[in-house]
């Protein structure tokens, strides 16, 4: 019986080499496990607020003509009142002061810098939306273009840009894009190289600050994939 029990029973060493391999094995798969559980959380929540604002955009354009006549020169506050107000079920509405902390959240880039504000800048206004995401609207003032931004999931984390948080606008003439389309005036994106540079491109790449992120997912057919930054 005692030989038998001594074949039977596992040395130290013969443990922690299984131990090892178990950590090895764990370390390779557990990585791509919680990215496919994230993929799979935050791509129906980017489509339905995606869809949300696009369709409040369209609906606004029968009413206030097409977006390519919009004054983008007008303040957040005064843009959301002539053309978003009455298209989106808003629970709450802030106003970000100059110290850029009301009713902010601390943002990183996908890159692991700091952003204190991402498009919040001074006087720009937050929606809370009422299915728990926040929309951002920018008080920058031009000719062609308002830069918005959703975060998908509210106050909670991660908080980081090509995350739970994405940039995106509504400019002349194209209405409501993701952050980075029509780079220039122009219809460019959706090639293999062009996609290639929204992920790679300096500095709104979606490998660098993440501005970009959200058009790289709609160009990818709405999935991440396997050159998503994770």
Not at 96 to 119: E, F, H, L, R, S
Not at 148 to 162: E, L, R, S
């Amino acid at each position: 019986m005692k030989n038998l029990n001594r074949k039977l029973a596992f040395t130290l060493a013969e443990v922690l080499i299984t131990l090892g391999i178990i950590g090895i094995v764990a370390a390779l798969t557990l990585p791509m496990f919680l990215s496919n559980y994230q993929e799979k959380q935050f791509i129906p929540k980017i489509k339905k607020a995606y869809s949300m604002l696009a369709q409040g955009v369209t609906t606004s354009e029968v009413t206030n003509a097409a977006a390519e006549h919009w004054n983008y020169k007008l303040s957040a506050e005064n843009f959301y009142n002539e053309y978003l107000k009455d298209y989106f079920i808003v629970n709450e509405k802030t106003t970000v002061g100059k110290a850029k902390t009301d009713g902010m959240i601390p943002y990183i880039n996908m890159n692991g810098t700091t952003t204190d504000a991402v498009v919040a800048n001074d006087n720009s206004i937050i929606l809370h939306i009422a299915d728990g995401c926040l929309v951002f609207i920018s008080d920058e003032q031009n000719d062609k273009f308002k830069t918005m931004a959703i975060d998908i999931n509210g106050n909670k984390k991660p908080n980081i840009v090509g995350k739970d948080l994405f940039l995106l606008a509504i400019q002349n003439p194209y209405g409501l894009t993701p952050y980075g389309f029509a780079n220039g005036g122009k219809n460019t994106f959706g090639s293999k190289y062009e996609m290639d540079s929204l992920l790679e491109s300096k500095p709104d790449g979606c490998r660098n600050s993440g501005a970009y992120c959200l058009a790289y997912i709609m160009y990818n057919n709405w999935e991440m994939g396997n050159k998503y930054p994770r």
